[in-house]
């Protein structure tokens, strides 16, 4: 009852975000921070955007939402090895494509991003390091806690919501400190961004679940908040209430849910003035990926590879089920822990074998994906990829 009143308080209330100069937006996003059904026509960035354009003080803004490294334990890896916004999309644009069984296809077209020229080739790290005082919009906890979970709020009774109790209990032990080393990584690419972090709502209003999960969940919000605390431009926003403001048989926020975020967003950036500094930290230089493995030194793994590819029965039709044949391939051939140095090696050699246009087209790009990702966990330990895999 007292998160329908919070919602419907918020919804009622028409805030506006007051600020003295212009705002320069950039979201580390999961799925919640973009419109998911064709009933939601606008998300909280959207609303942020149309606030700011109004009034004259919207500088720049760049989403970056995406599927894949939206796992609070991948987010230092995009900013540690230097991952372009070029190649955060092409991994978006290719979770979409996985996700196609979940998501109609106007829905995944108006999802996909497009490759800014100007910006497809700059690090993310970059970027970020480059705005004087950027507000960084931050939710990278919702998939770590829901992503190996079969969750379908239509279908929760007693049982299964102890189940997802416990789940989330298992879950919580670890993902608080990644939270904390994310936000220490933000700022160190940029002292001066000022850092709004969403914490957790439980995605149903459902009785049962809030009875058996809800302290879980506020001890776990809890622990985020005080994490910010421990930085004086870091602040958390409590979003507790959009548990009765989700998408029908979904857990993803309605319209209403959208606009709420954004009331709080703007709330919140109200509250904590944007630091009065004219200059950022400078543009640092994008990664420059090592080459020094030729092509030779991997030619038994390379041919392994191409062999066990070529002599399966599976489909190659794309480069989402080409990806999907490297990624069993390097199992089967035990090299999924190649890095990516010596995968570029592998890359080059087994396209070389590949005479149809279309096959190499499709494995070329799919290569691009598995290299990318593999820069990504390339700072993760062996045993800490094993227990998020």
């Not at 003295?20 to 919640?32: F, N």
């Not at 809800?214 to 926003?237: L, S, T, W």
Request: aromatic letters at 12%.
């Amino acid at each position: 009852m007292r998160l329908k009143r919070e919602a419907a308080r918020y919804l009622s209330e028409k805030i506006h975000i007051t600020c003295e100069s212009k705002v320069d937006l950039i979201g580390l996003m999961d799925s919640y921070g973009v419109p998911y059904s064709p009933f939601v026509e606008n998300s909280f960035m959207d609303y942020l955007e149309k606030d700011l354009r109004k009034q004259n003080k919207l500088g720049s803004s760049l989403n970056l939402f995406n599927l894949y490294v939206n796992k609070t334990w991948q987010l230092n890896g995009v900013f540690n090895n230097r991952i372009t916004i070029g190649e955060f999309n092409c991994i978006q644009n290719y979770s979409l494509d996985l996700m196609r069984h979940k998501y109609p296809e106007h829905i995944k077209n108006d999802l996909k991003y497009s490759k800014d020229s100007e910006l497809e080739n700059r690090s993310v790290y970059d970027y970020v390091s480059s705005k004087a005082c950027p507000v960084i919009l931050y939710s990278c906890v919702a998939n770590d806690i829901f992503y190996y979970f079969d969750f379908s709020p239509e279908t929760l009774t007693l049982k299964k919501c102890i189940d997802i109790a416990t789940h989330f209990k298992e879950e919580t032990k670890t993902i608080g400190n990644h939270v904390n080393e994310n936000l220490q990584t933000i700022l160190d690419c940029n002292s001066n961004a000022s850092v709004y972090v969403m914490g957790l709502y439980l995605p149903s209003d459902h009785f049962f679940l809030h009875l058996v999960a809800g302290n879980i969940i506020r001890k776990f919000n809890k622990e985020i908040e005080n994490a910010c605390q421990g930085y004086a431009n870091v602040h958390y926003i409590d979003v507790s209430c959009l548990s009765c403001c989700v998408l029908k048989g979904d857990f993803h926020p309605n319209a209403d849910g959208q606009y709420i975020l954004f009331e709080k967003i703007a709330e919140a950036m109200n509250l904590h003035p944007l630091p009065n500094t004219s200059g950022g930290k400078g543009a640092v230089s994008c990664f420059q990926e090592d080459n020094s493995a030729s092509a030779g030194d991997m030619t038994q793994p390379s041919m392994q590879l191409y062999e066990k590819v070529f002599q399966s029965d599976r489909s190659m039709r794309d480069y989402v089920e080409c990806a999907a044949l490297i990624e069993w391939g390097l199992s089967e051939c035990n090299l999924q822990n190649v890095n990516y140095i010596d995968l570029s090696a592998i890359k080059k050699t087994f396209l070389e074998k590949i005479k149809q246009n279309h096959l190499k087209e499709n494995f070329d790009l799919a290569f691009d994906i598995e290299i990318i990702l593999k820069k990504i966990l390339h700072n993760i330990s062996e045993s800490e990829y094993a227990m998020n895999p």
